[in-house]
């Protein structure tokens, strides 16, 4: 298992075998991503450009309204406490 010490900073500096298994350059940007079933957090590139975010999320086949939205937030928010 690769490993690297953090700094007092809060910096890790990302070992060699790692960064090149992501595909990461210098400056290259990652996320964390914590992952509930494995009580783990999981690391990617964050490389895409939000141009290349086009078309990920479909066009809903009807139109949905903003109390609809306003309501599906509100039940969610109270589900979550």
Do not use: C, H, W
């Not at 086009?54 to 039940?75: L, R, T």
């Amino acid at each position: 298992m690769t490993s690297a010490t953090i700094t007092s900073k809060g910096q890790v500096t990302i070992p060699v075998d790692v960064r090149n298994q992501l595909g990461l350059e210098s400056g290259d940007r990652i996320e964390f991503s914590f992952n509930e079933t494995t009580g783990r957090y999981e690391v990617y590139p964050a490389t895409r450009s939000l141009a290349a975010l086009k078309g990920v999320v479909k066009k809903p086949a009807q139109p949905v309204s903003i109390e609809d939205m306003n309501s599906a937030i509100a039940e969610q928010g109270a589900s979550a406490r």
